[in-house]
C-alpha cells in the first residue's frame, strides 16, 4: 500500500475516464477561494496558490512552490462550497525535494504548524509522481463535507526544501446554503381583541 490508515493510490492507466473526462474530474480547482488560501513556509509569496491549476496543466513546471526553512509545507485551502473529497494527486520534482508523506486535515480554518501536532484525518506515504498521475484515495466517509482543507506536507526524500508543481483534488462540490432562522407567530383563530381599531387623534409638531 502506498498510504497509512486505508487510503491506496492508484495510477490514471487504472481509470475507466478519457483524459479530458479525467480533467473534469479534477475540477475542484475552480471551488477553492483562491483570495483566502493560504501556503505557510513557502519560499516565494504566493507561489503555493499556483500549484492549484487544470489537471491539463499539471505538467507546466513554470508554477511551483517551494519551501523555505525547512521540508515542511502547510496549504490551508478554503472552498466555496462543501466538498466530498475522494482523491488527491501531488506532483514533485525527480529528486528528493519530492514530498515524501502527506496528512491531511478537515475543518481547521487558519492552521499553523503547531496545529499539525494533533491527530491527521489521513495520512499517506507518498511515491515520486513526476506526471501528475497517481492519485491517492481519501476515506469519503470522513471527507464527505468539507467546506476546509489543510495539506501538510510533512517530509520529503532527505532534501533540505520540499517543490511541489501540481495539487489535483478530485470530487464534489455542493453550494453552501445559508440558512437564516425565521420565527413566523400563526393564529390558529382569530381573536377579536387583538383586532381592535383604536381612534387615534392626529397631532401636529413643529421643529423650529
Given at each position: 500500500?502506498?498510504?497509512?490508515?486505508?487510503?491506496?493510490?492508484?495510477?490514471?492507466?487504472?481509470?475507466?475516464?478519457?483524459?479530458?473526462?479525467?480533467?473534469?474530474?479534477?475540477?475542484?480547482?475552480?471551488?477553492?477561494?483562491?483570495?483566502?488560501?493560504?501556503?505557510?513556509?513557502?519560499?516565494?509569496?504566493?507561489?503555493?496558490?499556483?500549484?492549484?491549476?487544470?489537471?491539463?496543466?499539471?505538467?507546466?513546471?513554470?508554477?511551483?512552490?517551494?519551501?523555505?526553512?525547512?521540508?515542511?509545507?502547510?496549504?490551508?485551502?478554503?472552498?466555496?462550497?462543501?466538498?466530498?473529497?475522494?482523491?488527491?494527486?501531488?506532483?514533485?520534482?525527480?529528486?528528493?525535494?519530492?514530498?515524501?508523506?502527506?496528512?491531511?486535515?478537515?475543518?481547521?480554518?487558519?492552521?499553523?504548524?503547531?496545529?499539525?501536532?494533533?491527530?491527521?484525518?489521513?495520512?499517506?506515504?507518498?511515491?515520486?509522481?513526476?506526471?501528475?498521475?497517481?492519485?491517492?484515495?481519501?476515506?469519503?466517509?470522513?471527507?464527505?463535507?468539507v467546506y476546509h482543507l489543510s495539506i501538510h506536507i510533512s517530509k520529503n526524500f532527505g532534501a533540505d526544501t520540499t517543490k511541489v508543481f501540481y495539487i489535483g483534488l478530485r470530487g464534489e462540490w455542493t453550494e453552501l446554503r445559508r440558512h437564516e432562522v425565521?420565527?413566523?407567530?400563526?393564529?390558529?383563530?382569530?381573536?377579536?381583541?387583538?383586532?381592535?381599531?383604536?381612534?387615534?387623534?392626529?397631532?401636529?409638531?413643529?421643529?423650529?
Open positions: 500500500g502506498h498510504s497509512r490508515g486505508g487510503g491506496g493510490c492508484r495510477c490514471a492507466a487504472e481509470r475507466e475516464e478519457p483524459p479530458e473526462q479525467r480533467g473534469l474530474a479534477y475540477g475542484l480547482y475552480l471551488r477553492i477561494d483562491l483570495e483566502r488560501l493560504q501556503c505557510l513556509n513557502e519560499s516565494r509569496e504566493g507561489s503555493g496558490r499556483g500549484v492549484f491549476k487544470p489537471w491539463e496543466e499539471r505538467t507546466d513546471r513554470s508554477k511551483f512552490v517551494e519551501s523555505d526553512a525547512d521540508e515542511e509545507l502547510l496549504f490551508n485551502i478554503p472552498f466555496t462550497g462543501n466538498v466530498k473529497l475522494k482523491g488527491i494527486i501531488i506532483m514533485g520534482e525527480d529528486d528528493d525535494s519530492h514530498p515524501s508523506e502527506m496528512r491531511l486535515y478537515k475543518n481547521i480554518p487558519q492552521m499553523s504548524f503547531d496545529d499539525t501536532e494533533r491527530e491527521p484525518d489521513q495520512t499517506f506515504s507518498l511515491n515520486r509522481d513526476l506526471t501528475g498521475e497517481l492519485e491517492y484515495a481519501t476515506k469519503i466517509s470522513r471527507f464527505s463535507n425565521t420565527i413566523c407567530n400563526y393564529e390558529a383563530s382569530a381573536n377579536p381583541a387583538d383586532h381592535r381599531v383604536h381612534q387615534v387623534t392626529p397631532q401636529t409638531h413643529f421643529i423650529s
